[in-house]
């Protein structure tokens, strides 16, 4: 999501006559766009900032500012210099991109300038990003902001305000757009995509998720389309056929789980049980059968027991998730866990466990690679594999990292590999 409002601001910043550069060095203004989904990742952006110190001694009209979530979530204290011990000029929420080039009037001067604002109907539908950092093949495309379901953990719906969709037409544009850019996957992004809700004022019809998927599968059958994220509790049946209808809508579902615990899915405000989700996976394993399912997993949630832990080993055995994003709890402030549950799992017994979740997935990711073995799958050749020049690497439509010698054939391209070996994190094989 941080990589798309990139292009947003990347756009809104060269509309009015300012250039992109590569090298730092060059940059009269450095623009941080922020994470604060846990505290590992906003101290990242402090570490950054502290780095980028140095640039100011060459450049003393050097400006910096930070734009995003953890702009939204410290407002103007971070333009106190005590705060993170150094001169922050500008401070941006995710809703103020448009304001940008005038925010960077005000700062001309030596001054220090400030919109978090947070707008209940900005969705950017207008801008057309600039893909200034995609390697031409692949493309994220925003169709909603926001959030408003409260998972008791997270800061999202803090920072990002109120859940709004895009107008579907110009979502449908830029996809067109792409296509003729000569891109082969869009993946559309929302922080719970399968709300996505838009009513014409014109028709009175009602377009959602499952109408705008088959609307963008359509423009153009060569294009892959896949999405994120979703809720396990708004996914629905619906979408599942749909998905079915188009073979180039991606057989890969992504769908949070955060832990295998009733107790705790319960105090972390999901609205969904370990059954209920269970149900979701059995539908999708009858209804898409081979698509590849992952997850997200939190470790040591408030009052999470042993018991708790293994209850969440235990899911991921039955759903048998191809892949998993996993994290240690973090507390963050502002949060309904920060304020009503006390973060009482000790620091070493959620790295324990975050460890026994990792193998355990590693074990089902291998387990599950191995099944791949002999089959051939149409892979998207995305450029040369990071190890060597002599393989490509690609994606199947279940999202699997594929690589393979290079022969006769160009990034963007479509080509069939068979599988011969693989690791827990990658297949390998040969063009057939
Ligand atoms: N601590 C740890 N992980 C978190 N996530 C969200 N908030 C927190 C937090 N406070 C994880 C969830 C979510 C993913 C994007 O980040 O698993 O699905
Ligand atoms: Fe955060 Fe829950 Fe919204 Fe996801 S659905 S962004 S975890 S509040």
């Known amino acids: 999501m941080n990589f ?19 090298k730092q ?3 009269d203004i450095i623009f941080i766009n922020t994470c604060s989904i846990r505290e590992h990742a906003e101290n990242r952006v402090i570490n950054r900032l502290r780095e980028l110190q140095h640039l100011r001694k060459n450049k003393p009209g050097l400006k910096l500012g930070v734009l995003g979530c953890m702009a939204e979530r410290m407002k103007a204290s971070l333009l106190e210099d005590e705060e993170l011990g ?19 009037d005000d700062i001309e001067g030596g001054q ?25 093949v692949s493309a994220f495309v925003s169709i909603m ?60 019809n009602l377009v959602g998720f499952s109408d705008l998927i088959s609307m963008a599968a359509e423009v153009d059958p060569g294009i892959r389309i896949r999405f994120a994220t979703s809720h396990p509790r708004d996914i629905s049946e619906e979408l599942l056929h749909k998905m079915a209808e188009y073979p180039n809508i991606c057989r890969a579902i992504h769908l949070p789980v955060q832990s295998g615990s009733n107790a705790i899915l319960k105090k972390m405000n999901r609205k969904y049980t370990r059954e209920s989700y269970l149900k979701k996976i059995e539908a999708i394993k009858r209804i898409l059968p081979g698509c590849a399912i992952s997850t997200d997993i939190i470790a040591g949630f408030c009052s999470e027991t042993e018991m708790d832990h293994k209850q969440t080993i235990s899911l991921m055995e039955e759903a048998g998730f191809d ?28 790295t324990r466990r975050l460890n026994e ?11 599950s690679n191995k099944k791949d073995i002999g089959k051939t799958f149409e892979v998207l050749v995305e450029g040369s594999s990071r190890r060597s020049k002599d393989n490509s690497m690609g994606r199947t439509s279940q999202n699997k990292v594929v690589v393979f010698p290079s022969v006769n054939f ?23």
């Open 86 to 104: 150094m001169r922050i000029d500008m401070v941006a929420g995710p809703d103020a991109y448009r304001q940008l080039p005038g925010l960077l």
């Open 4 to 22: 798309s409002d990139s292009e947003i601001v990347a756009s809104v910043m060269t509309s009015q006559g300012f250039d992109i550069t590569e």
């Open 323 to 350: 892949f998993s994003f996993m994290f240690k709890y973090s507390e963050r402030p502002g949060t309904a866990a920060a304020k009503k549950f006390r973060d009482d799992v000790p620091e070493h017994e959620k």
């Open 25 to 27: 060095e060059e940059a």
């Open 112 to 136: 220090q300038a400030i919109n978090v604002m947070l707008l209940a109907d900005e969705t950017y539908a207008d801008i057309s990003p600039v893909r200034y950092a995609a390697g031409g």
């Open 145 to 204: 902001r926001g959030c408003e379901n409260y998972c008791a953990y997270c800061v999202v719906p803090y920072t990002r305000g109120k859940e709004r969709s895009r107008e579907p037409g110009s979502i449908i544009d830029e996809l067109r757009q792409l296509a003729e850019a000569g891109y082969r996957e869009v993946t559309l992004l929302g922080q719970n995509v399968n709300s996505y809700k838009w009513r014409d004022n014109g028709s009175g």
């Open 357 to 367: 979740i990792i193998q355990k997935q590693q074990e089902i990711s291998l387990a």
């Open 410 to 432: 160009s990034t963007g391209e479509y080509v069939k590999v068979r599988i011969d070996s693989c690791t827990s994190a990658t297949l390998k094989g040969k063009v057939v």
